[in-house]
């Protein structure tokens, strides 16, 4: 039973930041992949970031490259999405996603990933 819960997520205004926490448990998270995806109201789940298990490939979506930074803690079993300079597009609902192919480089599509959390709601305000 791999569990993944997220946290952070809330209310910010335009250009402000936030940090989204990813937790697991019940699993090797050491060996899994990590992925963030979000989902606006009335659009298709799409990618964020990624960190492979081995914590030395990242990947990010071009609408984020240079304002999200993904991270990861083995020892706390927590990858991280720090989000900064935020736009009312960034509002969605994040979910954090766990892949156990020991993939080493970020997986960009939801069908590659595993586990999923709950997702946690980001609004942008303008």
């Known amino acids: 039973q791999v569990q993944l819960v997220e946290s952070g997520g809330g209310q910010v205004q335009a250009g402000g930041s936030l940090r989204l926490s990813c937790a697991v448990s019940?699993?090797?998270?050491?060996?899994?992949?990590m992925g963030w995806f979000r989902q606006a109201p009335g659009k298709e789940r799409e990618f964020v970031a990624a960190i492979g298990w081995s914590g030395g490939s990242t990947g990010y979506a071009d609408s984020v490259k240079g304002r999200f930074t993904i991270s990861r803690d083995n020892a706390k079993n927590t990858v991280y999405l720090q989000m900064n300079s935020l736009k009312p597009e960034d509002t969605a609902v994040y979910y954090c996603a766990a892949d156990r192919s020991l993939r080493v480089v970020a997986g960009t599509r939801s069908s590659e990933y595993d586990y999923w959390g709950q997702g946690t709601q980001v609004t942008v305000s303008s």
């Open positions: 019940g699993g090797t998270f050491r060996s899994y992949a």
